[in-house]
């Protein structure tokens, strides 16, 4: 039974298209998150977000926006995409309100813009 | 600006050996270090952590050891095990906020029969 869940696992698309990444959990946790890894291999955070508050890094661009429906999905909403655009976009989720918790997670959906 | 290094990409250690995968890291403001580790085609799974208050947190055969002097921390895996072949990710992060977590580029280990 899988924890953290993303769907599509691969997605290709054109350049100035709208896309959805799907992630849902059925850990009960309060917290999710959007990471990036991008060519280099580097894994950065892109939101953090809980019932009460969504935390925008601000090295993302207003394209990106998160959407949750409710308590165990976080969506990823990407406007307009770019070539560099192109990464594999991990979801996550932790217990605990601090991103030091121990974070669970998705298998990862890979992104490619041609 | 690469806030959390990890320069060896990768790393190969006989089975049954001390595999020691080491990370720096230039911000002395963060207060707390994880490590991951990452099979392919999945995502990170969480190993271990350590408080910047501690030099040292053991589990089972993970040990990770901070130097806070020297902004420098490792991971030992002992005795190393053919399933331990994966990247291994370091991350530094400050307490409470959430925006603010650094991951290093991973160190991928192999695990030599």
């Known amino acids: 039974d899988t924890a953290v869940s993303q769907t599509p696992k691969y997605l290709v698309t054109q350049m100035g298209n709208d896309k959805s990444i799907k992630c849902e959990q059925n850990l009960g946790h309060d917290t999710m998150y959007w990471y990036k890894q991008d060519s280099k291999k580097f894994l950065k955070i892109m939101f953090s977000?809980?019932?009460?508050?969504?935390?925008i890094n601000e090295t993302v661009p207003n394209r990106f926006s998160p959407k949750s429906p409710d308590k165990a999905h976080l969506n990823l909403h990407i406007n307009s995409l770019e070539l560099g655009d192109s990464a594999v976009y991990f979801c996550a989720t932790s217990r605990g309100g601090s991103i030091s918790y121990e974070q669970y997670f998705g298998p990862g959906t890979r992104l490619t813009v041609t | 600006d690469q806030q959390v290094k990890q320069n060896s990409p990768s790393l190969s250690v006989q089975e049954g050996r001390i595999s020691i995968l080491n990370c720096d890291y230039t911000n002395s403001m963060f207060d707390y270090f994880l490590w991951y580790k990452k099979y392919p085609a999945e995502g990170p799974t969480f190993l271990i952590s350590i408080s910047s208050i501690k030099d040292k947190n053991e589990d089972g055969r993970f040990t990770v050891f901070l130097n806070k002097s020297a902004k420098h921390l490792s991971l030992h895996i002992v005795p190393s095990q053919p399933g331990d072949s994966a990247v291994y990710f370091c991350?530094?992060?400050?307490?409470?906020?959430?925006?603010?977590?650094?991951f290093g580029k991973g160190t991928r280990l192999h695990i030599l029969p």
């Open positions: 977000y809980n019932n009460k508050e969504l935390i």
């Open positions: 991350a530094a992060s400050l307490l409470n906020r959430d925006d603010k977590i650094i």
